[in-house]
């Protein structure tokens, strides 16, 4: 069965939820506007009903007394005989019947001694004496002598009343004068206006909308070609980009949507030239290996022999240069997991780690006294590529040596070797992906392993360091290590488990 909220549920575009939240608002506004302003009114114009009623009542005892009247309240004493020299109370209340005449919505009558007897003599909407029950009402509830004020709802109609008794002395006669307001008839002007009033404010909320609808159009319109043109961006057509149009939080997204797109154009195109170099990285010993293979004279053991070492000799390179190209995707896709290390622990180890390597003597030249927020094992291996390449490329039995250094900004994990150095041209080509040294001397090599270590030191948002001559290079590794000590000394555990303080 569909449920009733089902509407809720479905999708509702952007435009329609900010009008729909527009409209609520607007109309929630003026109808609490409308309510509020209904009560007041309502309140205010049955105030001005009960100040008239009181006011019919002073005239009424002026008119029995023959003074001007003073004050407005319904507390005052009952008419009584003054100077006016009325005869009777029947005489007093024709006179006040006679004198006090109602206005709109207005209505009065005289009772002696329990009975409707006087009218005004003007035309009235409603008249009092055709409701018994409500005249006797008055003359109870007056019995006492007190002045009263009260509501009667019948059907006749909703009245709003006040009833005074009038007396002259002498007079035997009990007369009551009342005046009334028909309430229904007052408050229906009041109802008519705010009618009209929910009428018009019905009209705006249609303007409103109308308007809301066009203005939202608008202002989302550069978000529905953000997406449109986003969507006519693909891998094959990345070159596209968003016009920026205005100063605002929309061209800000799409600024930001340029800026991810640049990136990942970067990413892609990078990507791209990854497979171009290993096609071609792997093309020189497969055509190697090939070609042997080809000439290979099956009935001559040597020659089977030679090949199959030539062979195995290119499959192991070619594995190498998977294992180097796998290593570097790892280090420039992933961030390092850093923890707060001490830099002279990992010199001391990195140093124990390289100096078996054959062929060299290695020295340990300086250690740095500093921790650093670093990924041990990503700087460990970059660290030992640097040394490895100083063994591969300086002569035998020459010294290499190893060393941490800090200036309290950075630290600097460093390796000098004595061998022929980087000619000055190719100091930013061997950092480049299968970058060598044109024949790199007959050494074998991908060319992939600065790349890594300039990768790990990236990645730890530092650097790189060369310095070199023909009689030596001193490649570095540098990472901040300052801000760590403010910020991360907080948050990084140390590598045995606890969190420096
Ligand atoms: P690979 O050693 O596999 O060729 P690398 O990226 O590690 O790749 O090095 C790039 C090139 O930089 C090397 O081919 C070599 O010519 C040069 N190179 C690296 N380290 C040294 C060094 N310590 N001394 C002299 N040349 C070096």
Same mark, same amino acid.
């Given at each position: 069965m569909a449920s009733p909220l089902r509407f809720l549920k479905t999708r509702w575009s952007v435009r329609s939820r900010i009008l729909a939240s527009m409209l609520l608002v607007a109309a929630l506004g003026m109808a609490s506007a409308n309510a509020v302003a209904f009560i007041i009114q309502r309140e205010r114009t049955l105030a001005d009903v009960d100040d008239r009623l009181v006011s019919r009542v002073d005239a009424a005892r002026s008119v029995v007394t023959g003074e001007v009247p003073t004050t407005s309240t319904?507390?005052?004493?009952p008419a009584t005989p003054g100077t006016?020299?009325?005869?009777?109370t029947s005489a007093a209340l024709e006179a006040v019947l006679a004198r006090v005449l109602p206005s709109t919505n207005e209505s009065s009558l005289g009772i002696i001694d329990g009975k409707a007897r006087y009218v005004p003599g003007i035309e009235i909407?409603?008249?009092?004496?055709?409701?018994p029950a409500f005249v006797d009402r008055v003359v109870a509830e007056v019995a006492d002598g007190s002045v009263r004020l009260g509501t009667s709802v019948s059907a006749s109609g909703q009245w709003r009343y006040i009833a005074t008794p009038i007396a002259v002395t002498g007079s035997p006669e009990e007369g009551i004068y009342v005046a009334a307001v028909d309430i229904g008839a007052e408050l229906r002007d009041l109802e008519d206006a705010f009618t009209t009033y929910m009428l018009v404010a019905l009209a705006a909320l249609v303007a409103i909308g109308l308007v809301g609808w066009f203005v939202a159009g608008r202002l989302l319109r550069p978000i529905r070609q953000l997406r449109a043109a986003a969507s006519r961006i693909t891998a094959s057509d990345r070159k596209e980009r968003i016009p920026v149009v205005g100063q605002d939080d929309v061209s800000e997204l799409t600024a930001t949507i340029n800026d991810m797109l640049d990136r990942l154009d970067t990413a892609l195109t990078g990507q791209r030239q990854l497979l171009d170099d290993v096609r071609h990285e792997l093309k020189t010993p497969i055509t190697i290996v090939r070609g042997h293979l080809e000439l290979?004279? %099956? +009935?001559n053991v040597s020659d089977v022999e030679s090949t199959r070492a030539l062979a195995i000799d290119e499959l192991d390179r070619m594995a190498g240069l998977v294992d180097d190209i796998e290593s570097l995707a790892e280090t420039q896709g992933a961030h390092p997991v850093r923890v707060l290390v001490d830099v002279d622990d990992l010199t001391a180890e990195v140093f124990a780690k390289a100096s078996?390597?054959?062929g060299h003597e290695w020295a340990l030249a300086e250690v740095a006294r500093v921790t650093a927020p670093l990924d041990p094992s990503r700087i460990t291996q970059a660290w030992l590529q640097l040394a490895d390449n100083a063994a591969k490329y300086s002569d035998t039995g020459t010294i290499i040596e190893i060393g941490s250094a800090t200036d309290g900004i950075e630290v600097e994990f460093w390796v000098a070797d004595r061998g022929p150095g980087i000619p000055l041209d190719a100091r930013a080509r061997?950092?480049?992906?299968?970058?060598?040294?044109?024949? %790199? +001397?007959g050494i074998r090599g991908s060319g992939l392993g600065l790349p890594i270590v300039a990768a790990i030191a990236k990645a730890h948002g530092g650097r790189v360091s060369l310095v070199s001559s023909p009689s030596g290079s001193r490649f570095g590794i540098v990472v901040p290590v300052a801000h760590a000590e403010a910020s991360i000394h907080d948050t990084l555990p140390l590598p045995n488990g606890t969190v420096a303080q």
């Open positions: 319904t507390d005052a004493a006016a020299g009325f005869a009777t909407g409603f008249h009092l004496e055709d409701d290979l004279d %099956s +009935r078996v390597i054959p061997i950092f480049e992906r299968f970058g060598r040294v044109d024949g %790199s +001397r």
